[in-house]
């Protein structure tokens, strides 16, 4: 029961899906920019389907149980249940049954404005340019997005690939470069830091909407109703970007007040009772754009929302680079109390002249609370570090004089030779740290108690795992042995051992000793499981007692999984060995007999299936020893759940300091170099697997440019 092996399989189907819709694509010679909205609306129209038929579900369950009156369902139940009312037109499966002689683009126009016209503010939004498709194509769109898997995933699962084809278009430029994609974990991140729970919530340059989805599932996981506990308000200068930005809220059953503006000119909201958004949010997050260098000065500099002042302006009556402003827009827009977090260019953490005098305000407001830096690659199509900014209004007073710097650049996994991001393991853990820099230390315990859950579920599977490996394992073997007596009597009657028996005897011997240290095993983690399962520790004390029991169990994990791979080689190089018995068999009297005792198809498929099972054994193992890590690292740097600075990761770094070193906010400069780290538990196959992305990425982009190397000698008649 892997956790990381049903991320896998999300990822795993993303992928495929990815790859079915782009080949499309690429077929129909349609551009990325073109080819974008309709996806998107297709794929749109199947999350909104699932939506709809589970708050069908639940509207019939509760007639049936007297909890609502027996009639026909309207629009009204539907909203109640947060899902999107379909009118028969806009339904996936009469659209996919659309007749033959019939326009299917005309069915998915007709659809999209169905929606629109049953749901305000999705009114203009929708893709309607499904006619730059041939009907095959279209057929084929909806039938990908048709899977059984796709009708049956649940709206997290749904929305997620909603947003990794977001995500993919990003890559391919297809809206301005990408900037309209904040990356997911930079996106949880900055939710994880300010908890937007409650009140107005703001995103200045709102993009496709991430945050506030982000914002959404926080919530929800804590048990709330985000429309009845938050109001999402958004600006986007792009038209095009404020329609996915829609879409993305439609198709996650959230709504928001999302309006055209450029920020640096406009402010275009009022609250219901007429007040400003300015200085009235209770969250702000964002990810705007880096180092604009065009902004009119003389229009902005009565600002009321710059209340430090122009960070610099040229000759030109322009403001040199923009991202002071936009640090200026995110503190001025937060009310007494309110928290921000956004993203920002790392240069401007120490920024000079202007720049420094305006950071200089803002850090004597005590009101910046936390500055984390990212390393290089997190952005999709921009491979430049960044830092995320956090002010707090309402930060107790004996940490307004404090700011707490993480250096989170050697906390990342690699997701693509150009992409990385953060597990969501490491999300937890540099949201811990924030934790303990706040006083909440029950929450730090609290999550090193749900790692010893972790643990014990996994090693509650491990018996399973290996059950089926076991098994595999025997009889192959028991294959082998008995052809090695018959083709050894046949084909090398003098010969006391032959090669294949002498790999049996070492496969035999090193299964005994497998079977013997996963006895003990076994043992163990049924104790430590059932003392789990009785009562998890949530002292500090307690907790870190509880590690050390583990600790032991950690070492034989690790050792049975060498066992594993060795067994696996052993019987690969057996499988080898025999193999070349049975080509020597061939052609002689022999033959028939040999052949009896060795049938090499069943063997190459047991062989295979050994290997599956070896990695599904493997891996089990490993995710124990995974969540064990987790506890590992956060006890080690935390060991009396009590904030510390950290050599390489964090310190509360007090305003004096700050002062000294000319107000700079860059985490690297006071948290220092961590001491070299032997790395214990280097993992061989993950380091393998990284390889296989680079190879698979470059392998990808090297047919990628040959096609278009081809498609431009086709257009020079060559």
Not at 66 to 81: L, S
Request: net charge negative; glycine share 6%.
């Amino acid at each position: 029961m892997t956790t990381n092996g049903s991320l896998g399989n999300i990822e795993k189907l993303e992928k495929d899906l990815w790859e079915a819709a782009d080949n499309l694509r690429a077929n129909s010679k349609l551009t990325s920019s073109e080819y974008c909205m309709p996806v998107l609306g297709v794929i749109f129209l199947r999350h909104a389907a699932n939506r709809f038929e589970d708050a069908t579900r639940e509207i019939e369950y509760d007639q049936k149980s007297g909890r609502t009156p027996k009639r026909t369902p309207i629009a009204a139940d539907y909203v109640k249940r947060r899902c999107l009312y379909l009118p028969e037109a806009a339904r996936y499966e009469k659209i996919l049954a659309t007749p033959k002689e019939t326009d299917l683009g005309m069915a998915l126009i007709d659809a999209m404005t169905a929606i629109e016209d049953s749901f305000e503010p999705l009114r203009g939004v929708l893709p309607r340019d499904f006619s730059i498709f041939e009907r095959s194509v279209l057929e084929d769109l909806l039938k990908i997005f048709n899977r059984e898997s796709l009708r049956s995933a649940s709206g997290d699962v749904f929305g997620r690939i909603y947003e990794y084809f977001l995500m993919k278009f990003a890559m391919q430029g297809a809206q301005d470069n990408g900037e309209f994609f904040t990356p997911p974990s930079l996106v949880q991140t900055i939710v994880n830091v300010i908890e937007p729970d409650h009140g107005v919530v703001t995103d200045l340059a709102c993009g496709s909407g991430g945050m506030f989805v982000q914002s959404s599932h926080f919530i929800e996981d804590q048990g709330q109703d985000t429309m009845k506990r938050v109001t999402f308000y958004g600006q986007e200068k792009t038209a095009t970007t404020i329609r996915l930005a829609k879409m993305n809220l439609a198709v996650h059953g959230l709504e928001g007040d999302i309006r055209e503006a450029n920020t640096f000119y406009d402010d275009v909201h009022r609250l219901p009772d007429g007040r400003l958004l300015w200085g009235n949010c209770d969250f702000g997050m964002a990810n705007p754009p880096f180092n604009v260098d065009q902004v009119d000065a003389e229009k902005i500099k009565d600002d009321p929302r710059l209340p430090f002042g122009l960070p610099g302006v040229n000759k030109a009556k322009k403001v040199s680079n923009g991202n002071y402003l936009w640090i200026s827009y995110f503190h001025s827009y937060l009310g007494p109390k309110g928290r921000a977090g956004f993203v920002m260019s790392s240069q401007a953490s120490s920024a000079g002249h202007g720049e420094a005098e305006v950071r200089r305000r803002i850090v004597e407001t005590g009101d910046v609370d936390v500055m984390i830096s990212i390393r290089s690659n997190f952005f999709y199509t921009r491979t430049v570090p960044c830092e995320l900014w956090f002010f707090d209004k309402g930060k107790p007073a004996e940490q307004r004089d404090t700011v707490l710097m993480l250096d989170a650049r050697n906390i990342y996994r690699k997701v693509t030779r150009k992409v990385f991001d953060f597990s969501p393991e490491q999300l937890k853990n540099l949201t811990a740290i924030v934790w303990l820099y706040r006083g909440q230390r029950e929450r730090f315990l609290g999550l090193v108690e749900s790692y010893f859950g972790s643990i014990s579920e996994e090693c509650a599977a491990i018996p399973v795992a290996l059950d089926a490996f076991d098994t595999t394992l025997n009889e192959s073997r028991e294959q082998l042995q008995a052809f090695a007596q018959v083709a050894g009597k046949l084909l090398l009657p003098d010969a006391e051992k032959t090669p294949l028996t002498e790999a049996l005897t070492e496969w035999q011997e090193a299964a005994a000793a497998y079977k013997s240290d996963r006895k003990v095993l076994k043992r163990d983690l049924e104790c430590f499981h059932k003392e789990t399962a009785a009562l998890i520790p949530s002292t500090c004390g307690a907790q870190l007692a509880y590690r050390k029991t583990f600790d032991s169990m950690a070492e034989q994990i690790k050792g049975l999984v060498k066992q594993v791979d060795a067994l696996y080689k052993l019987a690969a190089r057996a499988g080898q060995l025999a193999e070349t018995l049975a080509q020597a068999a061939a052609g002689l009297a022999t033959e028939t007999a040999a052949a009896k005792f060795y049938d090499r198809r069943t063997a190459s498929k047991r062989l295979k299936q050994l290997e599956e099972e070896r990695k599904a054994a493997v891996e089990q193992l490993k995710e124990a020893v995974y969540f064990h890590r987790q506890i590992v690292w956060l006890q080690d740097r935390f060991p009396n759940a009590e904030f510390q600075a950290v050599a390489g990761l964090c310190k509360a770094v007090p305003r004096a300091e700050i002062e000294a070193a000319d107000w700079s906010l860059t985490p690297g400069r006071y948290v220092g170099v961590a001491p070299p780290d032997v790395d214990e538990d280097f993992d061989f196959e993950q380091t393998l697997r990284d390889i296989h992305i680079e190879l698979a990425d470059l392998n990808k982009e090297a047919v990628d440019l040959a096609g278009k190397i081809q498609e431009n000698f086709e257009e020079m008649g060559i």
